[in-house]
């Protein structure tokens, strides 16, 4: 079995919903209390990142990124998981966005597809703090802002192979 096969069956044995969950073309709940509970929420989307990077070497299927939706919780919330961007944001919204660049993208909840979709390069997130639902903004450059937009499509229930421009074949 080849590394590339042994990651998909990963995702698929983990607890990340597949495409065919109509949960993810649902648009999420808004979160409303701030308390022991959403963060265990969050707590569960930062473990299956971490759970998903320990079974691979290979950069390109490294999960940077993850929403409420895609472990079945139907909740504005993601979190954001790279050296330069570490933050779990509820309610997020675009207030800004720059120039779209069309760049490569997958997604774990489709597993084995690739797809060329436009992304903002530079854009501005508000949203609020899971542990004290104090809002905050911020300005975001390059994969961030990208990673982004890619997470709150999923809170709206966008699916990336919605927002693609086409899909590719690596």
Known sequence: MNLRQTFKDLIRRGRIIKEED??????????????????????????????????????????????????GMMVRVFVINTESFKR??????????????????????????????ARPQTLTVKGQNVYSGMYATRRL?????????????????IMLDQSAVEEVFP
């Open 22 to 71: 109509p949960r993810l073309r649902t648009p999420c709940e808004e979160v409303t209390v701030f308390d022991e509970k959403l963060a265990k929420q969050v707590d569960k989307l930062y473990d299956e990142i971490d759970r998903i990077n320990k079974s691979t070497d290979d950069p390109g299927e490294m999960a940077a990124g993850l929403a409420a939706p895609q472990l």
């Open 141 to 157: 450059h390059g994969r961030d802002a990208q990673m982004v937009a890619h997470e709150i499509n999923h809170l709206n229930g």
């Open 88 to 117: 779990a944001l509820a309610n997020p919204e675009i207030s800004a966005i720059g120039k779209a660049t069309s760049s490569y993208e997958t997604c774990l909840s489709l597993p084995g597809r690739h797809f060329m979709v």
